[in-house]
């Protein structure tokens, strides 16, 4: 079972979370009723919704970890999952994913619906 496998089992027990089909085509996604948080296009990549706000105000904090990647103008964080702590930093942005939609009734402003994998190439932090 890869690492995405894995992590996406985990959070599809998560209560606010609904496996749905991605906005972008590609893969498995999880949302929740405002939002996609999460889209899953290979077993070692997973894409998190943070929202451009979030994005902002951790970006010292998502600069210190070498599994994470940014799309310039993207809202979304790429989550290389190659060991069972990426699954648990998956799992904490995913979490902080859901407060930031929940706290945001109208959404991020940016155009959110375009993930990482269909952005274009990705540059790490």
Do not use: Y
């Amino acid at each position: 079972m890869t690492t995405g496998l894995r992590a996406m089992t985990r959070l599809a027990d998560w209560p606010d979370l609904v496996e749905a089909r991605p906005s972008c085509g590609t893969g498995r996604a999880l949302r929740t009723d405002g939002a996609e948080i999460a889209h899953f296009h290979s077993g070692r990549t997973a894409d998190v919704h943070l929202s451009a706000a979030t994005i902002w105000r951790l970006r010292g904090d998502l600069k210190n970890s070498t599994a994470l990647r940014l799309v310039p103008g993207s809202a979304w964080v790429t989550v290389r999952l190659e060991c069972e702590s990426d699954i648990d930093l998956l799992l904490t942005l995913v979490s902080v994913a859901l407060k930031a939609h929940q706290s945001s009734p109208a959404g991020d402003p940016s155009p959110a619906a375009r993930c990482n994998d269909h952005r274009g190439v990705a540059i790490t932090l």
